[in-house]
T-cell receptor
Framework: EADIYQTPRYLVIGTGKKITLECSQTMGHDKMYWYQQDPGMELHLIHYSYGVNSTEKGDLSSESTVSRIRTEHFPLTLESARPSHTSQYLC??????????????FGPGTRLTVL | KNQVEQSPQSLIILEGKNCTLQCNYTVSPFSNLRWYKQDTGRGPVSLTIMTFSENTKSNGRYTATLDADTKQSSLHITASQLSDSASYICVVSDRGSTLGRLYFGRGTQLTVWP
């Protein structure tokens, strides 16, 4: 089992609230990722990081923001949640091998519902 | 356009039976192909990884095959168990960037009945 953790596991909030989804890993991985997954659909990359103070937007446009102040921590923030943000959010990390060769280890996910 | 297509979308089998899941991809340039297992409400867990030169890779009752010429892969599950009920996701990585961009299929939802 991978040592990557996400909190909360489930979150139901009202429109307009600010939320932060937490992700931490204890494997010392440099690369971390946030994915969004809707039921029956593929994972979409929304943010990634190569290391501390490095963050990039992924393929899927997202109104969320991320930060990477510490290697082990990669939180995702929504300043003003909307119903369209309802989804499952998965955090992952990988080591520093060659391009695409390192397996990504996923956290258990956060199921977000915005009312 | 780089894509990963999986079939069938869903599958129901009886405990103890074998099954084969399919994955076709158009990702280029190709780096490697992974199969992940995702239990309901959990994150995906890697089962196998194959590079261009590998034709087959086993992990217990799971055996993955790769035909890089036809850009097809399969995941064979032997003597299925109830715990095999999950979504199986095919993921292909390209060599086009330092990040090693991953392309995800939508998964095959497998249900094993007793």
């Amino acid at each position: 089992e991978a040592d990557i953790y996400q909190t909360p596991r489930y979150l139901v909030i009202g429109t307009g609230k600010k939320i932060t989804l937490e992700c931490s890993q204890t494997m010392g991985h440099d690369k971390m990722y946030w994915y969004q997954q809707d039921p029956g659909m593929e994972l979409h990359l929304i943010h990634y990081s190569y290391g501390v103070n490095s963050t990039e937007k992924g393929d899927l446009s997202s109104e969320s923001t991320v930060s990477r102040i510490r290697t082990e921590h990669f939180p995702l923030t929504l300043e003003s949640a909307r119903p369209s943000h309802t989804s499952q959010y998965l955090c992952a990390s990988s080591g520093s091998g060659g391009a695409g060769t390192d397996t990504q280890y996923f956290g258990p996910g956060t199921r977000l519902t915005v009312l | 356009k780089n894509q990963v297509e999986q079939s069938p979308q869903s599958l129901i089998i009886l405990e103890g039976k074998n099954c084969t899941l399919q994955c076709n991809y158009t990702v280029s340039p190709f780096s490697n192909l992974r199969w992940y297992k995702q239990d309901t409400g959990r994150g995906p867990v890697s089962l196998t990884i194959m590079t261009f030169s590998e034709n087959t890779k086993s992990n217990g009752r799971y055996t993955a095959t790769l035909d890089a010429d036809t850009k097809q892969s399969s995941l064979h599950i032997t003597a299925s168990q109830l715990s095999d009920s999950a979504s199986y996701i095919c993921v292909v990585s390209d060599r086009g960037s330092t990040l090693g961009r991953l392309y995800f299929g939508r998964g095959t939802q497998l249900t094993v009945w007793p």
